[in-house]
């Protein structure tokens, strides 16, 4: 049984960076694509970013040159840095995976994966 569990939402200036961990728990060898999701109330939850078991890394347009997903080499936690924040990219973000690769045309289709996290709020102050 997969679990996925984010740290390290916080409230900053916009400008500031944080870093998003996602530690994945349970039997990881299958989990093929871990991907980034960000939502707002009253808005369907976006995906951000993923990294596939071959380190193949997505973006979403939004979020390109600023945001940076990494995995360590046992991967078993995945990492969201995400740099000279704003606004809008506050939301509660969920980590999510899948035991099949990422794609390019639905990394960011949260329909597509089959396990979640519990979320971790970001906050970001004009």
């Known amino acids: 049984c997969q679990r996925l569990m984010e740290s390290g939402g916080a409230s900053v200036q916009s400008g500031e960076s944080l870093r998003l961990s996602c530690a994945v728990i349970?039997?990881?060898?299958?989990?093929?694509?871990v991907a980034w999701f960000r939502q707002v109330p009253d808005k369907a939850r976006e995906g951000v970013a993923a990294?596939?078991?071959?380190?193949?890394?997505y973006y979403t347009d939004a979020v390109k040159g600023r945001f940076t997903i990494s995995q360590d080499n046992d991967k078993t936690t995945v990492y969201l840095q995400m740099d000279n924040l704003r606004s809008d990219d506050g939301a509660i973000y969920y980590c999510?995976?899948?035991?099949?690769?990422?794609?390019?045309?639905?990394?960011?289709?949260?329909?597509?994966?089959?396990?979640w996290g519990q979320g971790t709020q970001v906050t970001v102050a004009p």
């Open positions: 990294i596939d078991s071959y380190r193949d890394k």
């Open positions: 999510a995976a899948r035991d099949r690769p990422c794609f390019k045309d639905n990394f960011y289709r949260s329909d597509v994966f089959t396990y």
């Open positions: 349970g039997a990881n060898k299958d989990l093929d694509c």
